[in-house]
């Protein structure tokens, strides 16, 4: 009984989406309260589907440790915001969809998880110290793949965008085959740093990993089915309406930063800042060098080029975002300051889409 009434989660989304395709139709044709109200309660479901998800995989990945920990949790949440991207990329065409998803994700990742928990974590403890070459490694890597993804596609030219394409998702596959490896074996010290107190992931009944395996692989079918709904209604609820195009995009990286903030606060209060570290710029890399590949390669599949190149507002955003963490995360020590900086650009980011900017 205490194993199903942790799944309630699950089983109401299953409600849900028997609602929303028995709504539907109703909710786009009547519009207005309706349909925002269902839009909402879909929302809710998918993000409540997506904490199981995480909950899950933080089971599996203490049960087999490292490397396949890792690559666990960092398939969970990814595995999320590519299914949504995917069946939204579905609906009314939309070339920014990816490009706008991975920025915000960066945003929400670093500038809001590692804000907010530098924030809560220096208000408690004062300065909380981390593993310096961690963020060294993870800042390292996210300029180059940030740089291949996002910033050479603006000088490509048209007629040979799947040639360079076609490099892309070999390079960034590569850099997180060569991380992942180098994270959990060669370098695996460096995203360390003391005696690990985690205890997310509860697991007193000892069920099967089997059990977990197929509780994930059917929740994110479960997110797929939800999304379906939600790209209708979306489409319908942005139709012709001055709302910001990039509200899609910026739910898509809520989502799948849902379970990633609540771990990281978790994590700041109890003086454990080398998590919130590698929550923060961990689930940054990992957005970028498992999401962009499946983007191009349905761009590829497709044929038709998806937008990736950022807009100079993004990539104004980014440089801020990237010369403060670079500064702020060069010494070993976190605090409230350090964290205000942060939620500061956050704050911006959310100011710039409501303005409909990004």
């Known amino acids: 009984m205490k194993y199903l009434k942790a799944e309630l989660p699950i089983a109401v989304a299953l409600l849900v989406l028997a609602l929303g395709f028995a709504l539907e139709h109703s909710a786009v044709n009547h519009g207005g309260a309706t349909l925002w109200g269902l839009l909402l309660v879909i929302l809710a ?107 050479v596609p603006d000088f490509v030219p048209g007629e040979q965008w799947k040639l360079y394409s076609v490099f892309s998702i070999a390079m960034m596959a590569l850099m997180y085959m060569a991380f992942l490896r180098l994270q959990t074996v060669e370098h695996r010290t460096f995203f360390e740093y003391s005696r690990s107190t985690d205890e997310e992931a509860h697991d007193e009944s000892h069920s099967p990993n089997a059990l977990h395996v197929g509780m994930m692989v059917g929740a994110i079918v479960l997110v797929g089915l939800l999304s379906e709904v939600l790209s209708v209604l979306l489409d319908a609820g942005l139709s012709g309406s001055s709302l910001p195009k990039a509200i899609p995009a910026v739910l898509v990286a809520l989502i799948s930063a849902s379970p990633e903030i609540l771990t990281a606060l978790k994590a700041a209060q109890q003086d454990r800042m080398q998590t919130t570290v590698n929550i923060a710029l961990g689930a940054s890399l990992a957005t970028v060098l498992l999401t962009l590949p499946v983007i191009e390669a349905i761009a590829l599949f497709s044929g038709e080029r998806i937008v990736m190149a950022l807009t100079p507002v993004q990539a104004g955003m980014l440089l801020l975002t990237f010369l403060t963490v670079m500064n702020n995360l060069h010494d070993g020590e976190t605090n409230a300051i350090e964290g205000i900086s942060h939620f500061a650009l956050f704050a911006a980011f959310i100011a710039l889409v409501a303005m409909g900017m990004i």
Request: cysteine-free; hydrophobic content about 55%.
């Open 45 to 151: 479901a998918i993000i409540g589907v997506a904490f199981r998800i995480a909950h899950h995989a933080e089971v599996l990945a203490m049960r087999l440790g490292e490397p396949y920990g890792t690559l666990i949790l960092t398939l969970a949440a990814v595995s999320v915001e590519v299914v949504i991207l995917v069946v939204l990329l579905t609906g009314e065409p939309n070339p920014t969809l990816a490009r706008d998803t991975v920025f915000s994700a960066v945003m929400f990742d670093i500038n809001g998880i590692l804000g907010l928990a530098a924030i809560v974590g220096g208000l408690k403890h004062g300065q909380a110290r981390y593993n310096i070459s961690s963020a060294n490694s993870f800042i390292s890597m996210l300029l180059v793949a940030i740089g291949i993804g996002m910033f």
